[in-house]
């Protein structure tokens, strides 16, 4: 779909999955990411052996249960900020979107 072309070079990492968890699609972002060993994708495999038990227990109850996750992590050098939420087809949840943007250790606040 051309409309949604713009994601595939968008400056956050995003990675799609299914209710089961397998990968069914990810951004350039996100794969540049996740290259592991020559991988240049994840898509078709479980994202569930890519995270801690506790991580993968998490993910599997956001996916049951419609619920939102919503964190920062410091990785070599650089912050980020993790959401992740299910995403939805004719009204049920389909399966999770993650979405990892890269932010400046010291940012502004502003209440509105």
């Not at 290259?35 to 052996?49: N, R, T, V, W, Y």
């Not at 939102?68 to 912050?79: A, V």
Request: net charge neutral; aromatic share 12%; with cysteine.
């Amino acid at each position: 779909m051309k409309e949604f072309e713009w994601v595939k070079n968008f400056t956050a990492a995003i990675t799609v999955c299914d209710q089961d968890g397998i990968v069914i699609y990810m951004n350039e972002k996100a794969c540049k990411t996740f290259d592991k060993a020559g991988e240049k994708s994840m898509i078709g495999q479980s994202l569930f052996p890519c995270h801690k038990p506790e991580s993968a227990e998490k993910i599997k109850y956001m996916l049951e249960n419609n619920t939102t996750n919503n964190y920062t992590i410091e990785k070599n050098g650089i912050k980020k900020h993790i959401y992740q939420s299910p995403w939805y087809r004719e009204g049920k949840v389909a399966g999770m979107v993650e979405i990892s943007m890269e932010i400046p250790f010291e940012m502004p606040n502003y209440k509105r």
